[in-house]
């Protein structure tokens, strides 16, 4: 009679590690799938919500800056161009790469010119989109557009 309570333990265990294996599989082969798509959800999202920054510092809406709207060829007058042009591009999926590339590199640039002189700390100089920012933009310089985009066939010719 023991050898048969051992033997249920033993084809329960197997029956449990082969649900367990098809369940990782199904997950991984669904996460796998949607990736590209999910990536290219977080580009449209990321590229509209820094948009509302170009647009805001150029074209002072929905209220303008307030230190005033740019005067042109300055500093921050090409931070709204690159800001506003690059959303754009981003938002459609056109030149991902590069403009992504651009795009972290002016962040980082504003983080260290307009943020890091006040404070060290992030949560106190109001840095901290400036450098979520950042990283998400030279992610997608390296990862891409993903699946929703115009120039796919650009980047996929790059990769």
Known sequence: ???HAE?????VGLALSIMLRDIMQKTSNF????A???LSVLRIVVALLFLEHGIQKLFGF???PATGLPAM???SWSAAVIEFTGSLLLLFGLFTRPVALIMSGEMAFAYWIA???RSPFP???GGDAAILYCFIFLYFAFAGPGIWAISRAQDRALA
């Open 62 to 64: 929905p209220v303008p």
């Open 1 to 3: 009679m023991r050898w």
């Open 73 to 75: 060829m300055t500093l």
């Open 36 to 38: 590209p798509r999910l």
């Open 115 to 117: 943020h890091a002189p």
């Open 7 to 11: 033997a249920a333990t033993w084809l």
């Open 123 to 125: 949560i106190v100089n």
């Open 31 to 34: 996460a796998a799938d949607w």
